[in-house]
């Protein structure tokens, strides 16, 4: 099984609508990030949270909201999707602030 | 704002030859640095980390340090096929919660 989860892996859903991405780890690492990936914009980080009560927004978290349900399950919600959250979604998992990142497999998500 | 700033591409090399993917940051309180490997359709995989200045090997990859120009390289040494992918570079920012990717360089390694 793979070390960090996501699901699901593919979702289409039409403008307006209520999505959550769901991220969850066997890594034990304290860490977990939400990132998004476009073409040439590179990969941006929407939220983190380095333990169950610790929250905070990255650079483009307008629009989506998260929930740390426990130290190996973190959640992304779009509350109302639009077209340009179109993109590549990663959730990623580390131990320290100097150590990388281990990556979810990502879900691609189209907003129509 | 933090910047990572790569160039995009495409690098192409042929087989054996040795691959240079670059690398700068803005930010001089940066303290680690990371080289990730990306296939299409993929998500990124870590494959080299440095800290301090000077150079790291680890098999055929070379990461390079100059912390006063602020520049980060990666060597790939005998490149494959099977390197070609897209290589993402990362620093972390002053406060060290969090690394700035840069947008990526497309490598394709001609047989």
């Known amino acids: 099984d793979a070390d960090v989860t996501q699901t699901p892996r593919n979702r289409i859903t039409k403008t307006g609508k209520r999505i959550m991405l769901e991220c969850s780890q066997t890594?034990?690492?304290?860490?977990m990030y939400w990132y998004r990936q476009d073409p040439g914009l590179g990969l941006r980080l929407i939220y983190y949270s380095f333990d169950v009560k610790d929250i905070n927004k990255g650079e483009i978290s307008d629009g989506y909201s998260v929930s740390r349900q426990a130290q190996a399950k973190f959640s992304l919600s779009l509350e109302s999707a639009i077209p340009n959250q179109t993109a590549l979604y990663f959730c990623?998992?580390?131990?320290?602030?100097?150590?990388?990142?281990?990556f979810g497999s990502g879900t691609r998500l189209t907003v129509v | 704002q933090k910047e990572v700033e790569q160039n995009s591409g495409p690098l192409s090399v042929p087989e054996g030859a040795i691959a240079s993917l670059n690398c700068t940051y803005s930010d001089r309180g940066s303290q680690s640095f990371f080289w990730y490997r990306q296939y299409s359709g993929k998500s990124p995989e870590l494959i080299m980390f440095i800290y301090s200045n000077g150079d790291k090997e680890d098999g055929r990859f070379t990461a390079q340090l100059n912390k006063a120009s602020q520049y980060v390289s990666l060597l790939i040494r005998d490149s494959q096929p099977s390197d070609s992918a897209t290589y993402l570079c990362a620093v972390n920012g002053d406060t060290g919660n969090q690394f700035y990717f840069g947008t990526g360089t497309s490598l394709t390694v001609i047989p």
């Open positions: 990623a998992t580390s131990q320290y602030s100097n150590y990388g990142y281990t």
């Open positions: 890594k034990g690492h304290d860490r």
